[in-house]
């Protein structure tokens, strides 16, 4: 019984470790739209006058691609990392990658640069209309990328690992201002 309970707990740190190795590697950007400068659009729309003036007007859909979204993330974003230890951090960028075999989903990646070596963090999240009887549309908002082993709600990743929605509590303000440019 001791050796059983030895091995769990071995087992337990091993993985423990892993997911802090991968925690702090970089996930594969090389195909996300609109991120290398040569792959950008000449003259991206504003996005959040275009989101705006759908919704004032009644718009049933707005088209945005991951190129566009992306390019003018590049162009207008200004983004900087605060705390204690943004004198060792720089952030590289803010991408939008589309999912659409994922059920739509999308995912929110902030691409840093910590003492020289790469990291990502990022959010999904998906985006529901359901037409009411009426005719009128309502949108939902679900803050996950569908289910980590048929248990728990994936928030996220860090690096390229997948994480639990509860993982992603301290990053949770970073994305939130990210969230109030729209």
């Given at each position: 019984m001791k050796r059983y309970f030895i091995l769990f707990t071995l087992s337990l740190v091993g993985a423990l470790g892993y997911g802090i190795y991968l925690g702090f590697q970089s996930q594969d950007l090389s195909d996300i739209k609109g991120r290398l400068?040569?792959?950008?659009?000449?003259?991206?729309?504003s996005i959040p006058s275009l989101i705006q003036d759908a919704a004032k007007n009644r718009i049933d859909s707005v088209t945005i691609t991951e190129r566009e979204l992306?390019?003018?993330?590049?162009?207008?974003?200004?983004?900087?990392?605060?705390?204690?230890?943004?004198d060792h951090?720089?952030?590289?960028?803010?991408?939008?990658?589309f999912n659409e075999e994922e059920g739509g989903r999308a995912e929110i990646i902030v691409e840093r640069e910590i003492k020289g070596h790469p990291q990502t963090v990022s959010k999904f999240i998906r985006i529901e209309r359901k037409k009411k009887e009426d005719g009128s549309f309502t949108t939902y908002i679900y803050e996950d990328g569908g289910?980590?082993?048929?248990?728990?709600?994936?928030g996220g990743r860090?690096?390229?690992?997948?994480?639990p929605q509860g993982f992603l509590f301290f990053t949770h303000n970073a994305f939130q201002s990210l969230r109030n440019l729209f």
């Open positions: 400068e040569d792959d950008r659009t000449n003259n991206p729309s992306n390019t003018w993330l590049a162009n207008k974003l200004k983004a900087r990392q605060e705390g204690l230890l943004a951090v720089k952030i590289k960028g803010v991408w939008v990658r289910r980590i082993w048929n248990l728990l709600a994936a860090f690096g390229p690992a997948r994480v």
